[in-house]
């Protein structure tokens, strides 16, 4: 704890926001949509005092997945949120989270972004590591599942074989919905039969399914050896989700169906999914999420550190929220920076044995690289 903190200290002098694109390793091919890139808006807030917090604003691959971009997120950003939390204190939190819902509704990815510069600032301003601000830790590192992309069979088990023969992720989620129904089981089902019993594989379908289609295909899958099935109908229907939870033999995992403490509520009335994802993203920040995983807790839910495949500042944020909320025993998927054939941070996160290590140092004890965002920045708002 810095012993002359100043007022200045904790002042918002000005938010600034920045467009990176951020080239992959490999295309990743989500149902509807292939990113070879991946947009992502990163938000400085300044304080008088000199300090400065980030945060990310970042999407799986486009507003395909709930709606916003980086490109709305920086426009929400400019046009209305930064002006309202200028000159005011970045320890008040909750309060600039309640005027920014006043002026701006739903938006919660953009609200994320400046939701966690505002904890890096207040952590940095203390000299304390940001996890303090959220009561602590309960854990120094989380199992990171490795994803996979809709693509043909040989490709996907060569590259879990490949990850296996490494010794470090031992778990895949594979990426579904981009095929005819059947086929896509048939697909899923001959990865399963090569892999075996050497790894743990999931399956995401992105909400793509309906519930006939659900009820007369998921449970081949259970039977082809997949352990968890995560969000296979629309977010909205939690009823259809709940149905197809009780039907089968193996977990049911929420994620377009959980974006508010409210949704957490209506899945555990209708006991929905066994397990939720949370994307730190998706919430409107660590304390919409430490909320959500607290009702999950109490609900005898477990809960998994999901992603929107963030650079190392958003898995990060991700990554002390997973260390500081009891409730999130369910592992992780924070491979985000793994994918990037660029590295944005200073100094980029440690995996060890497919396990995320929670960097030390204060704020989020990461730093983007200024040379390396002023190589990825975009010139204008929309792609150059
Ligand atoms: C999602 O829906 O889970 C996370 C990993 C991945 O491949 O997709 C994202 C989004
Ligand atoms: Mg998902």
Same mark, same amino acid.
């Given at each position: 704890?810095?012993? #002359?903190?100043?007022?200045?200290?904790?002042?918002?002098?000005?938010?600034?926001?920045?467009?990176?694109?951020? !080239?992959?390793?490999?295309?990743?091919?989500?149902?509807?949509?292939?990113?070879? $890139?991946?947009?992502?808006?990163?938000?400085?807030?300044?304080?008088?005092?000199?300090?400065? =917090?980030?945060?990310?604003?970042?999407?799986?691959?486009?507003?395909?997945?709930? =709606?916003?971009?980086?490109?709305?997120? /920086?426009? *929400?950003?400019? *046009?209305?949120?930064?002006?309202?939390?200028?000159?005011?204190?970045?320890?008040?939190?909750? %309060?600039?989270?309640?005027?920014?819902?006043?002026?701006?509704?739903?938006?919660?990815?953009?609200?994320?972004?400046?939701?966690?510069?505002?904890?890096?600032?207040?952590?940095?301003?203390?000299?304390?590591?940001?996890?303090?601000?959220?009561?602590?830790?309960?854990?120094? #590192?989380?199992?990171?599942?490795?994803?996979?992309?809709?693509?043909?069979? +040989?490709?996907?088990?060569?590259?879990?074989?490949?990850?296996?023969?490494?010794? #470090?992720?031992?778990?895949?989620?594979? /990426?579904?919905?981009?095929?005819? !129904?059947?086929?896509?089981?048939?697909?899923? %089902?001959?990865?399963?039969?090569?892999?075996?019993?050497?790894?743990?594989?999931?399956?995401?379908?992105?909400?793509?399914?309906?519930?006939?289609? #659900? &009820?007369?295909?998921?449970?081949?899958?259970?039977?082809?050896?997949?352990?968890?099935?995560?969000?296979?109908?629309? =977010?909205?229907?939690?009823? $259809?989700?709940?149905?197809?939870?009780?039907?089968?033999?193996?977990?049911?995992?929420?994620?377009?169906?959980?974006? *508010?403490?409210?949704?957490?509520? &209506?899945?555990?009335?209708?006991?929905?999914?066994?397990?939720?994802?949370?994307?730190?993203? /998706?919430?409107?920040?660590?304390?919409?999420?430490?909320?959500?995983?607290?009702?999950?807790?109490?609900?005898?839910?477990?809960?998994? =550190?999901? *992603?929107?495949?963030?650079?190392?500042?958003?898995?990060? %944020?991700?990554?002390?929220?997973?260390? $500081?909320?009891?409730?999130?025993?369910?592992?992780? +998927?924070?491979?985000?920076?793994?994918?990037? %054939?660029?590295?944005?941070?200073?100094?980029?996160?440690?995996?060890?044995?497919?396990?995320?290590?929670?960097?030390?140092?204060?704020?989020?004890?990461?730093?983007?690289?200024?040379?390396?965002?002023?190589?990825?920045?975009?010139?204008?708002?929309?792609?150059?």
């Amino acid at each position: 704890m810095t012993a #002359s903190l100043r007022d200045d200290d904790l002042l918002i002098e000005r938010v600034e926001t920045v467009i990176i694109d951020v !080239p992959l390793r490999r295309p990743h091919r989500f149902a509807r949509v292939t990113m070879n $890139a991946q947009p992502v808006l990163l938000v400085y807030v300044h304080t008088r005092g000199g300090v400065t =917090g980030v945060g990310e604003g970042v999407v799986p691959g486009g507003p395909w997945w709930g =709606g916003e971009s980086v490109e709305s997120m /920086k426009v *929400t950003i400019d *046009t209305y949120l930064a002006p309202l939390i200028a000159g005011r204190r970045v320890d008040a939190i909750e %309060a600039l989270m309640c005027d920014m819902g006043d002026v701006v509704a739903v938006n919660l990815f953009a609200k994320t972004a400046v939701e966690v510069a505002l904890h890096d600032a207040w952590a940095r301003a203390l000299d304390v590591p940001l996890h303090t601000l959220l009561g602590g830790l309960t854990r120094t #590192s989380i199992d990171v599942t490795w994803a996979l992309g809709a693509e043909p069979v +040989e490709i996907v088990v060569e590259e879990i074989q490949r990850f296996l023969a490494a010794g #470090s992720h031992r778990s895949f989620k594979l /990426k579904m919905g981009a095929v005819d !129904p059947a086929d896509d089981v048939d697909r899923i %089902a001959a990865i399963a039969d090569k892999v075996g019993e050497a790894a743990s594989l999931r399956v995401d379908l992105n909400a793509r399914w309906d519930l006939l289609t #659900s &009820r007369r295909l998921l449970p081949r899958l259970a039977h082809a050896g997949i352990d968890l099935i995560e969000q296979p109908v629309p =977010g909205e229907q939690i009823e $259809a989700l709940a149905e197809l939870n009780a039907l089968l033999p193996i977990p049911i995992m929420a994620d377009e169906s959980l974006r *508010t403490p409210h949704d957490a509520l &209506r899945l555990v009335e209708l006991r929905a999914a066994d397990v939720w994802s949370m994307k730190v993203t /998706k919430v409107g920040g660590l304390r919409r999420a430490r909320d959500i995983v607290a009702i999950g807790a109490a609900a005898g839910v477990p809960v998994h =550190g999901g *992603t929107s495949l963030e650079t190392g500042v958003g898995t990060a %944020a991700s990554l002390h929220l997973a260390c $500081a909320a009891p409730g999130v025993t369910w592992g992780s +998927e924070l491979f985000g920076p793994l994918l990037f %054939a660029e590295e944005v941070l200073t100094t980029p996160l440690e995996y060890v044995d497919g396990a995320l290590q929670l960097p030390d140092g204060p704020g989020l004890g990461v730093v983007p690289d200024p040379d390396a965002v002023r190589a990825l920045r975009r010139t204008g708002l929309t792609r150059d």
